[in-house]
Structure formats: C-alpha cells, structure tokens
C-alpha cells in the first residue's frame, strides 16, 4: 500500500510541481478549446449578419407589371433588374461570377395565362436559376424564391378566388400555444447530453494519453524505471500507483474541460445551436450526478489501463504515442457513433465495451437507462480495467518487455 | 551474504540483436554456470571486458533479470521466491539506471527513502550523513537535469544508499567521473566495507580492482576463470601486477589476445 501511495504521489508532483505541465496539461487545451469555438461562433454570426445585410441583386426576366407593382407594395429589399428573354445568358454568368444572386424568369404572357387560366389548361412555371456555391445566392433562393415568389402566388390567387379563407380547410396549431408536451429537465440537457457524452470520453482519453506515455515508456526509455524497479515495491504497486495518477490527471483534466464547457457553451455556441441557449443548460438530480461520477471513474480507470498497457509495450514515448493513436482514433468514431445515433439502442449495444459507456452516460444525461443497463457497463469497464491491469502487472515482471 | 550456484543466463536474441552480434545462433549465453560467494566485511570485485557478463550477474542479483538456471541467495533470500525482500537488502547501482531528471536530489532521495520505508527522523539523519560526503548539499534542491555528470553519479549513489543496505552493488561506478570524484566514491565503499557491510562491484579498470577489491572474481565469456586476492591471482599466474594476471587468465581461455 505505501509502494502505491508513494508512486502515485511521486507521479502527481511530477505534474503538479511543473508549472508549465499543469498549464499545458489543464488548462490550454480549454482555452484553446474556448478559443476555437468562440472564433467558429463569431465566423458563423458574422457571416449570417453579412448575408442578411446583403442586399441580394435580382434579374427579372419578363417581368409582368402584377410582380412590379407587388414588389413595390411589399417593399422587399433587394435590387432587382429587369432583363427579357435575350439578356439570360448574361444574367446566368453573373449568378456563376456572383456578380448577382437570383433569376426570376416568368414565361412569355405570364398575365394572360393566369388571368385566363381555364381547368386543363397548362399552368404558367415561373423559373428560378441561383448558385447554391454562393451564400448570397443560396440566401436569396431561400428568402426570395420561397417567400416572395409564394406571397405572390397568393396574392394572385387571391385576386382569382376573391376568398382565400374559402380554400382553407383546416390550419394547424394557429393559436396552440401548449402545444410542446415534454420534460423539462430531460429537455434541458438535450444539447449538452448529446455533446457531453462525446467530449467526455474524448477528453478523459486525451487528457491520460499525453502524461501516460511518458509516465510508463518514458521512464523506460529514459531508465528511471530501472530504478523502481530495484526498489523494494511489489511490480504490482509501481503499476497501481501509476494508474491511479493517470486516472486522476485524466479526471482532473477533463472535470476541468466539462466545467469550461458547461460554463461557457451558451455563450460560445449560441449561434451554432439555434435562437435559445435552452439546450445548453443542464440540471442534474443528485442521483444522476452519483451515476455519473462513478461511471467517470470506471471510464478513467479504463481508458488508462489501455495507454498504460500500450505504452508498456513501447520502447520510447515516440514508439507509445504511435501505438496509442489508433486507440484513440477508435474513442473518437465511438464517441461520434453514440453522438449520431438515434432511437433507441439494444440491450446488446450495452455489452460492447467502450460503446456502452458513452450510450449510458448519453442515457443518464437524457434519464432514460435503467440500472441493469447501467450496472451492467459499470461492472464491464471496470472488469476489462482490472484485466489490462493484470496483463501490465504480469508485463512489469517481463524482462524484455520491462528492457531493463 | 551472497551465494550464486551454477547460475546461467541465456538471452534470446532478435534479428536485429543477431546481425549486430554477426551471429546466426539466437541464443546467447551471457553467463554459464558461474558460482561465486561474497561475504560481508568485503569488496568483492567482478573483473572482466565488455560483454563479459559481470552486468548481467549483477542484474540477476538485483532481480532485474532471471536467472535461466541456477540459484541465488542474497542475505539467506533466494532472488526469485522472495524478490522483495532481497531487493529491500541491497543497494543497487548501474549506469543505465538513472534519476528521474525532472525531480531534485532532495526529492529523489526522500522518495526513495519513503519507498524503503525509512522512518522520516533516520532519514533525516542518512540525508545529512551521505549529503555532506559526497558534497550534495550545495545542489541538493537543482533539478537532476541541471546537474553535471559527476554530480549525477554522486547524487544517484547517495539515493541507491538511502536505506543503509547490508550488500551494496556497484556496476562501475567510476564510470566517467573525474579523478576527484571517483576517489571520494572508492573511498565511500571501503568506509562501507570497514562498516560490515558486503561491496559487489564490477569494473574493467585494473588499476581500480587491484586497489579497491579484496577479492577478485575474474570473468571472460560468462566464466568465472580465476578468483582470489590479488596476492593469489598474481601467484596463479605468475605475474607481477593484476593487468598481466588478466591477459594471462584471457589467453588461456581464448587461446590469444
């Protein structure tokens, strides 16, 4: 127990007493993190400012004087030039230039056959030509194409059935304004719950990989390990104590990462969600948060059991980061995997390690895993942990593997 | 205090480790049945060149490595059955093993003290006593990798002695230090010697193994070929120092130089 107890501690003031390890470790990533995101928000709210302050430039291509004089009672905003029939292919290579954003390209007696229009008779297409390359006139096939073009269609079928009210049959939620039926405290971790699951895992594995693969094949390489190991301690405490640091570094790191996010994602990644900040916020139940913390722990214990048995194999922390890379590739597409997926997982989804950890967490976030489901992946982590530990255990004592 | 039987050490090579040895046998004898017993109040000296195994018997000892036959007893404790308590009897030194860099002697020498379980007032005591020898105080709280070589060497002896071992194991451990410093370790050793307690170390410095060792254990090949004072080594062969003893001894194994 005091061989456990001093390696860990030796392990957590290797980290601790370096001052620029602890920022490197702890707290650059989240302002890197913070950064990036905050940077991706304020592009992304930019660049909807700029498109809606843009005022979109429209070719009307035989334009019927009902549309000119619509346009001029609506006051839409954009600046339209009207073109006929021969000035199209100009038209269409400033759209390809993005000289301009939208075509409108009524037919040849575009009025006579509306006003005129008989049952079985062809009705008149009104085209439109944008290039969804161009933001600008993406946007203006959405807002013009969509919105102007349609209050137009109803204006003019107004003006044919005098009535509109007359070809309405039924609306739907008009005045409904109950009509959002759901749990609030489930809904109010809806974003966060999809995103933390992800991050979690990514950032437990992250955070232990760095210090893992020194704490192990850098000792080795560099031949301190030799030292512990002609030290009295059992080869199973140096392995604990080392486990149990990276386990905490991790945890400790990634408490750090989830607070930053959790503090600071409404602010940074308001744009990138929608209106509200609604899905953003998270309130946890007492139970929720025990189901999680011990969740946490299995997790941490396990992902560090897998980079202290690869780096136990490796020669060289270089030789380690190698070999853990596609360890952590694999966390990555699982995180991702659970983040995606939706609909209900199997009970089998719940016996595939790694997977099931992230599915649970996601569950306990969103209340909907029961506690088989829950204490079955409880007791799967920590049971394939405590397996990898004893392989690293049965490897400190191997001569060739330890290079000693 | 230690007593080696028959112990032999084979290593398994790779590839890469046969084309840089030119061998096509991937087996290597690194030591074959050597016998060999040290007793406390002694500076046992293991002479021999490179590669002829005097590291890796020392490694065996230590319990870094199995022995492929043979027993070792260190302090009455055989090195595979009680690895711990052999290793909580010795104070074990080699060039390959090092102090974690990051850290300072200070720590370094607590750490290990407390891994020995050596209570806090004694280690205080070990601290002052080992730190004014070898001159640690004055760098005590630099970090290793600031140090210089020979500072290096002092410090990770000071630290391989924290727990006041009965057996302390030196692989060359004048490697690479000046004359001063070296002096000031060979003459720790025979304090330990005159202390009670057993000194192992080995060396392919005569001059070092004539002057230091009361008794010398000649190797070549993993064979232990001669062992004696060098009164009876000298005698054995006919020679008038240890260097012409040694070419002796390697030319009646090897047939020539």
């Known amino acids: 127990m005091n061989g456990i107890k001093q390696i860990f501690g030796k392990e957590m003031a290797r980290v601790f007493k370096d001052k620029k390890m602890v920022f490197s470790v702890f707290f650059l990533p989240v302002l890197i993190m913070i950064l990036i995101m905050t940077i991706i928000s304020g592009l992304i709210s930019n660049m909807e400012d700029d498109i809606e302050s843009h005022e979109s430039v429209v070719y009307v291509a035989n334009e019927p004087a009902s549309f000119k004089a619509f346009l001029g009672d609506s006051k ?13 292919e100009k038209a269409k290579k400033d759209i390809l230039d993005g000289k301009a954003d939208l075509i409108i390209e009524f037919p040849d007696g575009f009025e006579d056959a509306v006003g005129g229009y008989e049952a079985g008779k062809t ?24 919105g102007v073009l349609e209050a137009y269609r ?15 049959v039924f609306t739907v939620n008009s005045d409904n304004e109950d009509m959002i039926i759901q749990d609030d405290e489930k809904a109010s971790g809806k974003a966060i719950g999809m995103m933390l699951p992800y991050f979690i895992t990514i950032l437990l594995f992250a955070g232990a990989m760095g210090i893992g693969t020194d704490m192990i094949a850098g000792e080795k390489e560099r031949g301190t390990m030799a030292s512990l190991l002609v030290s009295p301690v059992k080869r199973s405490s140096i392995v604990l104590g080392k486990v149990f640091s990276l386990m905490t570094i991790s945890g400790i790191s990634s408490l750090i990462y989830v607070i930053a996010m959790v503090v600071c994602a409404p602010l940074m990644m308001k744009s990138m969600v929608g209106s509200g900040t609604d899905g953003l916020n998270i309130n946890l139940s007492v139970q929720q948060v025990v189901m999680l913390g011990a969740l946490l722990v ?15 194999f490796a020669k060289s922390t270089k030789e380690a980061s190698t070999y853990v890379m596609p360890a952590y590739m694999l966390v990555l597409v699982i995180g991702l995997l659970t983040m995606f997926t939706t609909g209900d997982p199997t009970q089998t989804d719940y016996y595939i390690p790694l997977y099931n950890s992230a599915l649970v967490m996601k569950g306990i976030l969103g209340q909907n895993v029961t506690m088989v489901q829950y204490g079955i992946t409880l007791i799967e982590t920590l049971a394939i942990g405590g397996v990898l530990l004893g392989v690293i255990v049965k490897a400190f004592q191997s001569e060739k593997v330890m290079n000693v | ?42 500076i046992y000296g293991l002479l021999g060149p490179n590669g002829a195994g005097k590291t890796t018997t020392l490694r065996c000892i230590a319990t870094l490595i199995k022995p492929t036959e043979g027993e070792i007893y260190v302090g009455g404790h055989e090195v595979q059955k009680e690895p711990e308590a052999v290793r909580e009897s010795i104070g074990f030194l080699t060039s390959d093993i090092k102090l974690d860099e990051q850290f300072d002697v200070d720590y370094m020498f607590g750490f290990f003290g407390r891994l020995h379980n050596v209570p806090q007032d004694v280690l205080a005591k070990r601290k002052e006593e080992l730190f004014t020898y070898f001159g640690i105080k004055d760098f005590a709280h630099k970090q290793i990798k600031e140090l210089s070589t020979g500072m290096k060497q002092k410090a990770a002896i000071a630290v391989s002695l924290v727990h006041n071992p009965d057996i302390v194991i030196f692989d060359e451990p004048t490697n690479g230090l000046d004359i001063i410093t070296a002096r000031s ?40 070929v001669a062992e004696g004072t060098l009164a009876e080594l000298l005698k054995m062969t006919g020679t008038d120092d240890l260097e012409d003893a040694f070419f002796e001894l390697y030319k009646e194994r090897k047939g020539e130089l």
């Open chain 2, 185 to 224: 370790v060979t003459d720790y050793l025979r304090k330990l010697r005159d202390d009670g307690k057993l000194v192992i170390v080995s060396t392919h410095i005569m001059s070092e193994a004539e002057k230091l060792c009361d008794r010398i254990g000649v190797i070549i090949e993993g064979n232990k």
């Open chain 1, 298 to 312: 299995a997790i941490a214990f396990l992902y560090s059991s897998i980079i202290a048995l690869i780096s136990v």
């Open chain 2, 1 to 42: 205090m230690i007593e080696i039987k028959n112990l032999t050490k084979i290593y398994k090579l790779n590839k890469k480790q046969m084309l840089e040895s030119k061998t096509k046998n991937p087996m290597k004898t690194a030591v074959d049945n050597l016998t060999l017993d040290a007793h406390e109040g002694e």
């Open chain 1, 123 to 146: 009705i008149p297409q009104v085209k439109t030509y944008y290039n969804p390359s161009e933001d600008y006139s993406q946007a203006a096939y959405e807002n013009i194409s969509g």
């Open chain 1, 76 to 88: 839409q905003e954009f600046k339209s030039r009207r073109i006929d029939g021969s000035g199209m």
């Open chain 1, 154 to 168: 109803q204006t003019l079928l107004a003006g044919r059935v005098g009535d509109l009210a007359q070809l309405t």
